[in-house]
């Protein structure tokens, strides 16, 4: 069979001189692509070792470290398929990610052990091991014996390289099944849209969990085979100080919020740099103004999702226009539809569908969903609403799915209602996203007490949904009410509670 394992992509692209590095880490300590490729070997070996096939999922929750990077790089590399999963998530949902997926192994921090080796014993799961912040742990020292060297899986390209879980309106989270081939032709097409050099150093302080940090900015810099500056998380003033030596930085709207605060950052600081690039959650035009108005550099947005990589982005060359995230990338087909089925005119808001090799096959185990998701002629449904100007730039207005994005994390209001309505003395809830100057939307719940219960407070609230929830889940705000308001219908009207208790202070 043709070898289309994207691990065997990215070894291509490595410097022939594998003494060159690849990370320069918060420590000091530089890992070369001969280091990065051993370690992956070893890795791969102990995986395969343990007698997983080619397919079998491996479960990570760990906070992100090189040898974090590595984990995913061997599990490429062993043909299995990764499974990222943020590290504030709880037992009940790691629990659920588990199961769902039949993980045949996990890999966890420590502090989850307390909960996650009876969770395990009672999936019946055999190889749980830990993985810290400083990338030690059990799983590393079971590791150390293994042979440097391993053979990389053939893979064909439909076959699955990892599984990322995205929340449903349901509350029931699903699992997007992405391809070898999905990976690799988004790496591709970003690489080249955005212009990598053999000179470029990009900055990387995203959480490896997530599409943006792992896919987007860690396979661009595998693609380019060169450096990144390896940061554990963002670091406004530190980033400000590396622009200085480095070419590419990538981030999260409340990133580039939080870098003009900094008084350091000036046209100066910038001087070096050659691209500034924000996704994961919609960046404001004020933001994108000020940016540019301080540094000298217009921010690059695009627009991806976990099932798809990126879509489209606004160009290296031309004008990046804000309040838009570009054109569709090569490759990828976009188009607006109205609720009848065909295509909206320029100007007009309708809903977006997208047709490609980096779009996702379907969700794990779930045929039924997948003929929902996808139309008659293979177009995927996003859930987002948008329209395209008559020069083809895309906006996006509104999200059909009412997900909420707050610090470029995603979070659906059903999940939380459900975890709220649970609570003692809880008859109902609503959640909705409100503007906030910081993170872009906060979580705010809106709850009724059950009738002739003691009312919750929003701290009793908040504590409790902290032990059930990731943090980034839990409600900043809680506002105890009595009645929601509704429609004739009976449907709660979130329009009138946006408003009510929004903007967010704090």
Not at 154 to 172: E, F, M, N, V, W
């Amino acid at each position: 069979m043709n070898d289309d394992n994207l691990y065997s992509l990215f070894e291509s692209r490595f410097p022939t001189d594998r003494s060159q590095p690849l990370l320069h880490c918060d420590d000091g300590r530089v890992v070369s692509y001969g280091e990065a490729e051993a370690i992956a070997s070893r890795y791969a070996a102990f995986l395969a070792g343990l007698g997983l096939e080619p397919g079998a999922r491996v479960a990570v929750q760990v906070e992100k470290s090189p040898e974090a990077l590595l984990v995913y790089l061997a599990c490429l590399k062993a043909g299995l398929a990764y499974l990222p999963l943020n590290s504030a998530y709880q037992e009940g949902e790691v629990g659920y990610f588990l199961e769902n997926a039949e993980a045949g192994a996990v890999i966890a921090q420590p502090k989850s052990f307390s909960w996650l080796v009876p969770l395990a014993q009672r999936l019946g799961m055999r190889h749980v091991f830990s993985l810290d912040e400083y990338g030690q742990g059990t799983f590393v020292e079971a590791a150390r014996g293994s042979p440097g060297t391993f053979a990389t899986v053939p893979r064909s390209a439909d076959d699955l390289a990892a599984i990322l879980y995205t929340s449903g309106t349901t509350g029931r989270s699903k699992g997007a099944m992405i391809s070898h081939r999905n990976l690799a032709s988004n790496a591709r097409v970003l690489h080249a849209c955005w212009g990598f050099r053999p000179d470029d150093v990009l900055i990387h302080m995203l959480p490896l969990f997530h599409v943006h940090g792992l896919f987007v900015a860690s396979h661009c810099v595998l693609m380019n085979g060169t450096a990144m500056r390896f940061h554990a998380k963002f670091d406004a003033k530190r980033a400000v100080a590396e622009f200085a030596d480095s070419t590419v930085f990538m981030g999260v709207p409340t990133f580039y919020t939080r870098l003009l605060a900094e008084p350091g950052l000036t046209r100066e600081a910038c001087a070096k740099m050659r691209l500034f690039v924000s996704g994961s959650a919609p960046l404001l035009a004020e933001t994108h103004v000020a940016f540019e108005q301080r540094s000298g550099h217009r921010i690059l947005e695009r627009y991806g999702m976990t099932e798809t990589g990126m879509l489209t982005s606004n160009p290296l060359e031309g004008e990046r226009r804000a309040g838009t995230v570009g054109f569709p990338l090569p490759g990828t087909q976009v188009r607006v539809m109205d609720d009848t089925g065909e295509a909206c005119a320029a100007g007009d808001i309708g809903h977006i569908q997208v047709k490609g090799d980096n779009v996702l096959s379907g969700y794990w185990r779930l045929p039924e969903k997948n003929k929902e998701e996808f139309t008659a002629d293979g177009y995927f449904r996003t859930g987002d609403v948008g329209s395209f100007s008559k020069d083809g730039y895309l906006s996006i207005v509104g999200r059909s799915k009412d997900l909420i994005i707050t610090g470029g994390y995603n979070v659906y209001p059903k999940e939380v209602e459900l975890a709220i309505d649970e609570l003692p003395g809880v008859q109902e809830s609503a959640v909705v996203g409100v503007p906030h100057p910081d993170f872009g939307e906060a979580v705010t719940a809106v709850v009724v007490p059950r009738a002739g219960a003691e009312p919750p407070t929003e701290a009793q609230l908040i504590a409790a949904l902290k032990a059930r929830l990731a943090n980034f889940k839990v409600p900043k705000r809680v506002h105890v009410v009595t009645e929601l308001p509704r429609n004739t219908m009976g449907k709660v009207q979130k329009n009138l509670l946006r408003d009510r208790y929004g903007p967010a202070k704090g």
